[in-house]
């Protein structure tokens, strides 16, 4: 099984009209959402999109960005493909270079914001006989192609039947950050997220927020994963600052907070002034627990 079937799975398992308006994702920072159905259509077109820029099913897809929507749809897309996330944290900027070199991907989608660390590899892997191609994710630069233009554009790859895992095995490599040596098969994710899902007693009436990267597995281990194994929405927060957070949760109805010690720290401080925690907020998830 893929971890791109959970989001398959999720929606086959839902009336259609829960598909078609129960909340999937949700970036938080830009109020932007996706519901199960489209969640699975712009998987669909992510895949479509990578395919078409060369990357074959066992292939690498680079991903240097921030947390956030279109984030996760790269990365599900390369899921669906069969192909190997890379994935490289933003606080690493200094070895993307580096770190991209080496793993030589079929192509990177990348945060346009950060575009001068991604030019030297663009020199690098963007020529010869089977060039990256690079994908902004908030327009074209010199010598890319826009992301989101090519996603509006895709025509989706057709949804695999119920019963039909995606492209590939479960012991297959679903993503690396060569920052830390670190791997991860779709049967270790898959069976992390599941393990949480448990814990938690998650319900399609949750909501999860994480504010760590996406490039660290945790985030997905322990949010966004077992958020869509359950139908719940799982959250998404670019930048940690304590007290927005705070009201983001409570207004978001968030469940269950993901993340580190400095953030429940941050999150006990902001409710202790505030006389109370978020109104919806059960637990906390610290990354050292897991």
């Not at 070895?95 to 663009?122: C, G, I, K, Q, S």
């Not at 009201?247 to 006389?275: I, K, P």
Request: net charge negative.
């Amino acid at each position: 099984m893929n971890a791109a079937d959970l989001l398959i799975d999720a929606v086959a398992a839902q009336p259609a009209d829960a598909a078609a308006t129960a909340t999937a994702i949700h970036w938080v920072d830009r109020d932007r959402a996706l519901t199960y159905r489209e969640a699975v259509d712009a998987m669909a077109r992510a895949a479509a999109v990578l395919a078409g820029f060369g990357v074959p099913p066992g292939g690498r897809v680079g991903l240097f960005a921030h947390p956030g929507l279109d984030y996760v749809v790269a990365l599900l897309g390369a899921w669906q493909l069969g192909a190997t996330a890379v994935l490289v944290d933003l606080a690493d900027k200094d070895r993307f270079h580096e770190l991209m070199t080496a793993a030589a991907p079929h192509a990177v989608v990348y945060t346009n914001d950060h575009f001068d660390y991604v030019r030297p590899t663009l020199a690098a892997l963007g020529s010869g006989d089977s060039p990256t191609v690079f994908a902004g994710m908030d327009g074209p630069q010199s010598g890319t192609v826009g992301w989101l233009d090519a996603l509006a554009e895709a025509t989706p790859l057709p949804e695999p039947a119920a019963a039909t895992p995606t492209t590939t095995a479960a012991n297959a490599i679903a993503l690396t950050a060569p920052a830390s040596a670190t791997t991860r098969t779709h049967a270790e994710l898959i069976e992390a997220a599941a393990s949480v899902a448990a814990r938690l007693d998650l319900t399609p009436d949750d909501a999860t927020l994480c504010p760590t990267p996406l490039a660290q597995p945790f985030h997905l281990e322990a949010s966004i994963l077992p958020a869509l194994m359950r139908g719940a929405t799982a959250g998404l927060l670019k930048s940690w600052q304590p007290d927005d957070a705070w009201e983001q949760m409570e207004r978001n109805g968030t469940t269950v907070l993901c993340g580190t010690a400095a953030h429940a720290a941050d999150l006990d401080r902001v409710s202790a002034v505030r006389g109370r925690k978020p109104s919806a907020l059960r637990e906390v998830l610290v990354a050292e627990d897991l």
